[in-house]
């Protein structure tokens, strides 16, 4: 269809400028042709409306002047380089596009190993998540979360890694491969927690050691004196590159029995419990630091226990949600929001706060955001245990 008004666009300024009086040309505006096409088809196609230009401008030269005249030269000269131009930029154009449509392939490959989808349905559990990554063109980036089913109930693990984007990545997929090997392996929350700060802490020392040993080649390299000990202390080195960099975290041990959940929090932000009555947020009393920071300081870890019954839903979410800021530089609200719209399924309820959330930042996230949303469902075969439990906390 665009083709054909391209096509249509030629013949009519031809059969105008032929008719128009001698002193005014139209000839030059056929380059629009080409130039439209460029916009909407590929590099062939783009080159044949071309030749088509050119040919109609020959057409009207040959009509109206002769084909040797300075005018119809000129013409015709600026036509070809200006048309060549057109065809070699759609032709970069066309490769970019290639190059960015296997870049995408690769992320959302990336984004299936990585971040694996969660299921639906997990024992009792009707899960829904959505993941929105701050870097462009990217489908994964510093954010996380996984579920595991053990021999009583779900695990779950949602994460921050500090930090955006594609240079985060290699500490998301450490903390959820550590997660997904060991979650069942752990009989307590406090142990898995443990293990988690272990093998991050673990890792990050490994980075900075990595790190200090690269800025020494670097100096030989190029043939300055090396760092004195105390310039660069190999121990103090070592804690000061682990201290740059965390993972806040929330990990949730969810029965199937119908027991009180089991929580902890890492430094991370306090999930919200979502029943017809009202909003609770669920604020540890006693947070411990987020993982990485294990070796820095001794760490006890705190579980909260709050009761989870039938019809409850858990709204877990990272930090790039609440710190979302609108053109007047004001937070989302996100506890607000969800006032309105808890009644929601979870999937809706989530389709609901991703397109809120977007409209709220103008379309472009600062930070990766991810949503969580957890729901236990009705059991009709027997009275749920710790239905009448107290309220969280």
Known sequence: ????????????????????PPDIHLGPLL?????????????????????????ALTAI??????????????????????????????????????????????????QRVLLRPLPERIGPLHLASVYLAAEAEAQVGGDLYAAARTATGTRLLVGDVRGKGLSSLGDAALLLGAFRAAAHLHAELPDLAAYLDGSVSWDLA?????????????????????????DVPEEGYQSGEAGESFITAVLLDIPDDGSPVRLIDCGHPPPLLLRPEGITTLAAHHPAPPLGLGELAPVR??????PFRPGDRLLIYTDGVIEARDAQRRFYPLTERVTAWHADRPTALLHRLRRDLLAHVGGRLDDDAAMVVVERLPDRGRTEPGSGAPAPG
């Open 1 to 20: 269809m665009l083709t054909a008004l391209t096509l249509a666009l030629i013949v009519l300024i031809t059969v105008v400028d032929i008719l128009s």
């Open 31 to 55: 380059i629009v042709a080409p130039a439209l096409t460029a916009s909407f088809a590929g590099p062939r196609a783009t080159a044949g409306v071309a030749l088509l230009a050119l040919a």
């Open 61 to 110: 030269g040959s009509v109206r002047d002769s084909l040797t005249s300075a005018n119809i030269e000129t013409q015709l000269s600026a036509q070809i380089v200006v048309s060549a131009l057109i065809v070699g930029l759609r032709v970069l154009r066309e490769r970019h596009e290639r190059e960015l449509a296997r870049v995408r392939s690769v992320s959302e490959a990336a």
């Open 206 to 230: 490994q980075l900075a050691e990595q790190s200090r040993q690269a800025r020494q080649a670097q100096q030989e390299r190029r043939a300055l004196p090396r760092a004195s000990p105390r």
């Open 301 to 306: 870890y705190e579980v909260e226990t709050f």
